[in-house]
């Protein structure tokens, strides 16, 4: 089983007390049988904190309005890293933000969430993929062989696209629509990846699907995004926001991207990760351009957010260009059924579009 991982990954360390907005606070945390058990034995004072904290269902007991882990301190360390060390953490603990998708025994992938701030900061500076020596298979869905060669090597194009620094942002994401389509279509009607090379251009009665981020079609996607159920209470305000000032977010991209020309290859590496996370799980349904649509419009959202920013301070940084993403992230990628609706959406709102007689 081969091992896929971003050349940063190994570089991500937890900035504990530091963190704007911790991920031991407002988050279920479920925890793993081994660490429950590990924790019965533990005495003293902190095994009866450790058995007052624990839910019947495995959980700790979140506490305050706030919801905050029971373990975190008032100078927000963990208290159980404090008196038992890093070992001590629950699996969720030790490895948020990480992520692994399995695709049988043909590929693991590791990754960082970038809903953390320390994680996104590396996912926008960037970087390539490793491919290490196989590993071990582990238990996971066994995905279709050619399928999954199809798709992998379509995502190999595309992120070799946005790596490509003569193309603008908008070529990348043009380049980027048109060969989801061309995938989707391959997927459609069964083609090896091999055939790929050999791809006729769709025709003329077959569209593309348009990516020309109008004003409709973006208040759309804020309608479709303020619908969602809220991870944080002042999401759904800060879309209205957006979608009150649209005309002039849209308006102003152009010069806010021209006195912010490291934001492009910022952008470009955001659309990377979306790609990299969530693209080759349409070997599990054959979804491929909505996945691809969604990460296209991830990055739309997150530019109208950071406009909305510059406008209403006057200045923009790298902070917060972090902030824009990790907000957007938080919302739809760490609720399931919020990503799943987005593409949804995607697939319905280009449907018919990479079809053929």
């Given at each position: 089983m081969e091992l896929i991982k971003p050349s940063y990954y190994d570089e991500f360390h937890c900035i504990a007390?530091?963190?704007?907005?911790?991920c031991c606070?407002?988050?279920?945390?479920?925890?793993?049988?081994?660490?429950?058990?590990?924790?019965?034995?533990?005495?003293?004072?902190?095994?009866?904190?450790?058995?007052?904290?624990?839910?019947?269902?495995?959980c700790f007991r979140l506490t305050g309005e706030e919801e905050r882990c029971p373990f975190l301190n008032g100078?927000?360390?963990?208290?159980?890293?404090?008196?038992?060390?890093?070992?001590?953490?629950?699996?969720?603990?030790?490895?948020?933000?990480?992520?692994?998708?399995?695709?049988?025994s043909l590929r693991k992938e590791a990754g960082i969430g970038l809903c953390c701030e320390a994680a996104a900061r590396l996912i926008l500076k960037g970087g390539s993929l490793e491919r290490t020596a196989p590993e071990t298979p582990e238990p996971g869905d066994e995905v279709d062989g050619e399928l999954f060669s199809l798709l992998d090597g379509a995502r190999d194009r595309m992120l070799a696209v946005l790596a490509e620094e003569r193309l603008?942002?908008?070529?990348?994401?043009?380049?980027?629509?048109?060969?989801?389509?061309?995938t989707q279509r391959a997927v459609d009607e069964g083609w090896r990846w091999d055939d790929m090379e050999t791809v006729p251009a769709a025709g003329a009665e077959v569209p593309r699907p348009d990516l020309s981020w109008t004003e409709r079609l973006c208040r759309e996607l804020l309608t479709v995004l303020s619908r969602l159920e809220p991870m944080d209470p002042a999401w759904p305000g800060q879309l209205a926001a957006m979608e009150g000032r649209l005309p002039e977010l849209l308006a102003a991209v152009p010069e806010f991207?021209?006195?912010?020309?490291?934001?492009?290859?910022?952008?470009?590496?955001?659309?990377?990760?979306?790609?990299?996370?969530?693209?080759?799980?349409?070997?599990?349904?054959?979804?491929?351009?909505?996945?691809?649509?969604?990460?296209?419009?991830?990055?739309?959202?997150?530019?109208?957010?950071?406009?909305?920013?510059?406008?209403?301070?006057?200045?923009?940084?790298?902070?917060?260009?972090?902030?824009?993403?990790?907000?957007?992230?938080?919302?739809?990628?760490?609720?399931?059924?919020?990503?799943?609706?987005?593409?949804?959406?995607?697939?319905?709102?280009?449907?018919?579009?990479?079809e053929t007689n």
């Open positions: 007390s530091a963190c704007r907005d911790s606070i407002g988050w279920e945390i479920d925890i793993d049988r081994e660490s429950l058990e590990r924790y019965k034995q533990v005495d003293g004072p902190l095994g009866e904190r450790l058995r007052r904290a624990v839910t019947e269902d495995g100078e927000g360390l963990c208290d159980l890293i404090l008196e038992l060390g890093e070992a001590s953490l629950c699996e969720i603990c030790r490895e948020h933000p990480r992520y692994y998708e399995w695709y049988g603008s942002l908008e070529e990348k994401e043009r380049e980027i629509c048109r060969m989801a389509e061309e991207l021209s006195r912010h020309p490291q934001r492009e290859r910022e952008y470009a590496n955001l659309l990377s990760y979306f790609l990299f996370r969530h693209f080759l799980k349409a070997a599990f349904d054959g979804e491929a351009l909505p996945r691809a649509l969604a990460a296209l419009a991830g990055v739309q959202v997150v530019c109208l957010r950071d406009v909305f920013l510059w406008l209403t301070k006057g200045s923009f940084s790298f902070e917060d260009g972090v902030e824009s993403a990790r907000r957007y992230s938080k919302e739809l990628e760490y609720c399931e059924e919020n990503l799943e609706a987005l593409e949804r959406w995607c697939g319905e709102r280009w449907n018919g579009r990479y």
